[in-house]
């Protein structure tokens, strides 16, 4: 049986290996039905200008709501994807379905950035990028309208042919962005060789601001890295105005967070969009302190 940890999401600690393994199999399958039955949903959270306040990108987060399971979290059914292939399939879904969002909402003159998590195993499929470019033609996107969201992990496999297609997709003017930033173990070489246009600053250096030392040092060393290499910086996980502020007298470019938004459904972010073509959706900055 699957055992409830709360917020929402599901383990499988169990203490027999038995019941461990046939709630994995169970969630499994739960999980390849959810796409076909409606359980299975793309939302948006909105990336946010630091100096203007409004949107200027959006992260698609897969999520899934089971009818009997209740929501099941990302961190749970992901890496269960991940490690039975699956998601493969399921990245393919969340792509159509970003790339189909993206086109409409700049259709609908409130153009924005989509940016796309994108797993190792997805990006070493062989066809990969034509299967993304197909996408892009069949929903007349413009490439720079997408952006993909890897981990330092996939920069480290295959060193070789990973870089050969970072640049295939650059070249296409799709986006490339890193995710969880600073907490791989990749070297920084490949920050000046590869094609990368945006760091984002992993949520757990963020959550230590204002106080934590460590943190503000590995961020401010991160947004010095970005100047330098001409990369914009992105601080995931931006919760309360304290640590917007201080992001920004850092001179971080955008943030992510919940201070903005959740990630919502996408014709919740629709209006988010329109909303904030208005009207910055925070205060305007107030003016920079001397620190
Ligand atoms: P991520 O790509 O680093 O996404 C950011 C995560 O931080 C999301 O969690 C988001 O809801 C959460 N978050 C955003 N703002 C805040 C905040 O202010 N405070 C806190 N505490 N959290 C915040 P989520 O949606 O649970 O996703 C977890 C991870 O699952 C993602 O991390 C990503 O690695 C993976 N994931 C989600 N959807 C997909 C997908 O479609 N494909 C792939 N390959 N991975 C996905
Ligand atoms: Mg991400
Ligand atoms: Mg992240
Ligand atoms: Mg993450």
Same mark, same amino acid.
């Given at each position: ?126 066809? !990969?990028?034509?299967? *993304?470019?197909?996408?892009? #033609? &069949?929903?007349?996107? $413009? @490439? ?124 919740? !972010?629709?209006?988010? *969009?329109?909303?904030?073509? #208005? &009207?910055?959706?925070? $205060? @305007? ?7």
């Amino acid at each position: 049986r699957v055992k409830e940890l709360g917020r929402g999401s599901y383990g499988f600690y169990q203490p027999q290996m038995n019941a461990n393994l046939l709630s994995r199999m169970k969630l499994e399958h739960a999980m390849r039905q959810a796409i076909g039955s409606g359980g299975m949903d793309v939302h948006f959270q909105p990336q946010v200008d630091m100096s203007s306040g409004r949107i200027t990108g959006a992260e698609a987060l897969a999520r899934w709501n089971d009818p009997e399971l209740g929501a099941v979290s990302p961190g749970t059914f992901i890496p269960l994807a991940e490690e039975s292939g699956y998601i493969v399939t399921l990245g393919a879904w969340v792509m159509e379905r970003s790339i189909q969002r993206a086109a409409a909402w700049m259709q609908a003159g409130t153009p924005v950035v989509v940016s796309v998590n994108v797993s190792a195993l997805e990006f070493r499929q062989p066809d !990969f990028v034509d299967r *993304l470019t197909r996408l892009l #033609a &069949v929903y007349h996107l $413009p @490439p720079a309208m997408l952006e993909l969201e890897l981990t330092e992990s996939i920069l480290l496999q295959e060193a070789q042919e990973m870089a050969a297609r970072l640049h295939e997709l650059s070249a296409l003017g799709i986006g490339l962005a890193i995710d969880d930033f600073g907490t791989g173990y990749s070297s920084l070489a490949y920050l000046k060789k590869l094609p990368i246009q945006k760091l984002k600053i992993d949520q757990s250096f963020v959550r230590g601001l204002p106080d934590d030392e460590g943190d503000q040092a590995i961020i401010r060393a991160i947004i010095s890295i970005g100047q330098a290499l001409h990369i914009e910086v992105v601080a995931e996980g931006v919760e309360n105005p304290i640590q917007r502020q201080v992001l920004q007298e850092l001179r971080c470019d955008h943030y992510q967070g919940f201070l903005c938004s959740p990630a919502v459904p996408a014709d919740m !972010f629709a209006q988010l *969009l329109q909303l904030s073509a #208005a &009207v910055p959706l925070v $205060p @305007p900055p107030a003016p920079v302190r001397r620190v």
